[in-house]
């Protein structure tokens, strides 16, 4: 492995996440919070770090895939942990731990919080609470290698490994420009929502902060009642939209502006997506008109939001679904290991997966029918290689295999099932809110510190799609042998 390169790329990362607080710390003097030293601070003593690894100069510039995989994996822990920095030294959250929750929660866009009271918070505190929403949403490495394209030659490592799972690849040919396209599409949808919901009558810094939530997929909110709090409907279904746009793959968004069309509509990941929104807000509709909902405009409006919050894992709220029936709870527990799609800025386990397993699950059983019969699997006109198919059934076994181990951990709490398994669930699958203790009216903040270090690292597992982070713990991975 190239040491001297992997710590020269985490020096550029930490000096481009000083540069990302400079807004927060701008915000900070405008309504003198008294957060602005800590922001002063933190963004000197990070700017240090990052410039002193940046001077390590390399043997070789050539990064391999491994390098790739530990940069992106000590890369997320490091941001977390600086990122966590303003919250401590503000005394807005004055435990490292719990910090660093509330970092990891940000920038994975899980929307997970130990805060019991957000309004009282600084208003430089917020903006940067839900910022890192943003920056994590497209992906902090993404960012760098927007605003650095020639960082290294191992690029396209590096970005493979933010997201290692199915994708649809490089845009273009260089992966700076790749880059550059998904960031230019990301503050268009930023912008566009930002001026829809100053129309709609929500205020220009709650608009803003909202937007970084619902764009980035994330769901921070500044009122302690979610959405909730404005009661604007119009608000609500420009928040829905983009939810569930900012879910979608942004390959098929730089598509349609080339003019291709046929692919977006014939996608079947798309398609999937959207039948099953459309499914389980039909399904919750019914099961809450005349048991939560009086009429069922209102049962639809809350279900409408709630499903797009829950699949796209953001995890804003507009009711208390933790009062609704079983049903719809289990559906919404079902959305939460579904999550968006490939390329997208959602998290879970992805449609394209739940997808290509029910082909293989459609093979298989065709295969025992017919078994001199040979089946390929396919999305749309391709085909799709066993490697392929085999790294997804895998996925699949490390998901569940560390659900289940950190659902063991959690319930040395004690606390009931629901909240144990849907905690896991929710920061696992960077949705946010659980069921129960942790539902979209309660918070994290009862968990045991070893509670709160487990999902710390359960959101940034379920961010980088697990590989990164399991890689740290294979001795072999840290061997100067290159493969």
């Known amino acids: ?7 020269k790329n985490l020096g550029i990362l930490l000096i481009c996440e000083a540069i990302s607080m400079l807004p927060a710390l ?5 309504y003198a919070g008294g957060d602005a ?17 940046f001077k390590i100069k390399p043997d070789s510039p050539i990064i391999y895939a491994r390098d790739g995989f530990a940069i992106v994996a000590v890369g997320w822990i490091l941001i977390s942990f600086f990122g966590a920095l303003p919250f401590v030294l503000s005394g807005s959250i004055p435990s490292m731990i719990d910090g660093f929750f509330e970092a990891s929660s940000g920038f994975t866009t899980t929307g997970a919080s130990i805060l019991t009271d957000v309004e009282i918070l600084p ?8 910022f890192t929403h943003w920056i994590g949403g497209m992906g902090i490495i993404v960012l760098t290698l927007a605003i650095l394209p020639s960082v290294s030659e191992g690029s396209l490592h590096i970005m493979n490994a933010e997201s290692p799972g199915p994708n649809p690849g490089k845009l273009v040919a260089r992966v700076g420009q790749t880059a550059q396209i998904l960031y230019l599409i990301y503050i268009a949808f930023t912008l566009t929502q930002i001026v829809l919901l100053c129309i709609a009558g929500m205020p220009f810094y709650d608009s803003m902060l909202t937007t970084f939530g619902s764009v980035g997929t994330g769901g921070f909110g500044i009122k302690n009642t979610s959405i909730g709090y404005y009661n604007n409907i119009f608000a609500e279904v420009i928040i829905t939209f983009f939810m569930i ?18 692919d977006f ?11 099953i929104i459309a499914t389980a807000i039909i399904l919750i509709t019914i099961n809450t008109y005349g048991h939560n909902f009086n009429s069922i405009g209102e049962a639809l409006r809350h279900a409408s939001f709630t499903v797009a919050s829950i699949i796209t894992t953001t995890g804003y709220a507009t009711a208390d679904f933790n009062q609704w029936p079983v049903f719809s709870k289990m559906i919404l527990m079902l959305l939460m290991f579904i999550g968006g799609c490939a390329g997208s800025t959602a998290g879970s386990i992805k449609n394209i997966r739940i997808l290509l397993l029910f082909k293989i699950m459609r093979r298989e059983l065709m295969q025992i029918i ?13 085909s799709v290689e066993e490697k392929t198919l085999l790294e997804v059934l895998a996925f699949f076994f490390m998901y569940m295999f560390i659900f289940l181990v950190a659902v063991l951990i959690i319930s040395l709490d004690n606390f009931d099932v629901a909240t144990t398994m849907s905690a896991v669930a929710a920061t696992l699958g960077n949705i946010g ?3 129960s203790l942790v539902g979209p009216m309660g918070n994290y903040s009862e968990l045991s510190y070893l509670s709160k270090i487990t999902l710390s690292m359960c959101m940034i597992i379920g961010r980088l799609e697990i590989y990164p982070i399991l890689l740290l713990m294979i001795p072999s991975f840290w061997r100067k042998v290159n493969i």
């Open 37 to 53: 030293p800590a922001f002063m601070h933190t963004i000197f003593f990070t700017i240090c770090v990052g410039v002193i690894l």
């Open 370 to 382: 017919h078994p001199r019969a040979f089946y390929t699997v396919k999305i749309g006109n391709k």
């Open 265 to 275: 509509y014939k996608d079947e990941e798309l398609r999937l997506y959207l039948g």
């Open 1 to 7: 492995m190239n040491f001297k390169a992997i710590l």
């Open 123 to 130: 208003k430089g505190i917020l903006f940067w609470r839900s």
């Open 245 to 262: 746009v900012c879910g979608g793959n942004f390959a098929l968004y730089y598509g349609l502006l080339k003019g291709n069309f046929k």
């Open 433 to 435: 809110p659980g069921i």
């Open 26 to 30: 701008i915000v900070s003097f405008i």
